[in-house]
């Protein structure tokens, strides 16, 4: 099982750059895709109902399992909190840590349209 976290976000977003700060201080990989110039990351977020940056998508095995849209300092603590420890044997399994990680981004989800302003994309 295989999670992967694409931020898509866009150029001079401060919140992007807040998000992008956060991740990577909580020690998350992560991917960066640029909306303005990636087409089919713009289109993306989009179909998810998004219009603007940053947007955070949680895929497992490819598939999109939970996403949320703007800078959400407390959603990037349960990506880092729900990892596999590295070098560490989980005492459960991966897949119960992403199921956690999942119902805990989806309570919050529907304060993601609260978050602020945020770019355009």
């Not at 909306?35 to 219009?51: I, M, N, Q, R, T």
């Not at 909190?81 to 956690?100: L, Y």
């Amino acid at each position: 099982m295989v999670r992967t976290i694409e931020l898509v976000s866009t150029p001079d977003c401060q919140q992007c750059k807040a998000t992008e700060r956060a991740v990577e201080k909580a020690g998350v990989e992560y991917e960066k895709r640029d909306a303005s110039v990636d087409p089919e990351a713009a289109a993306e977020v989009k179909a998810l109902g998004y219009f603007r940056a940053p947007v955070v998508l949680v895929k497992i095995d490819g598939k999109l399992m939970t996403h949320w849209g703007g800078f959400r300092p407390d959603n990037v603590s349960v990506l880092a909190a729900s990892q596999k420890p590295r070098g560490v044997e989980p005492v459960r399994p991966v897949d119960v840590h992403a199921d956690e990680a999942r119902a805990a981004l989806d309570r919050h989800h529907t304060a993601a349209s609260v978050a602020g302003a945020s770019r355009s994309i």
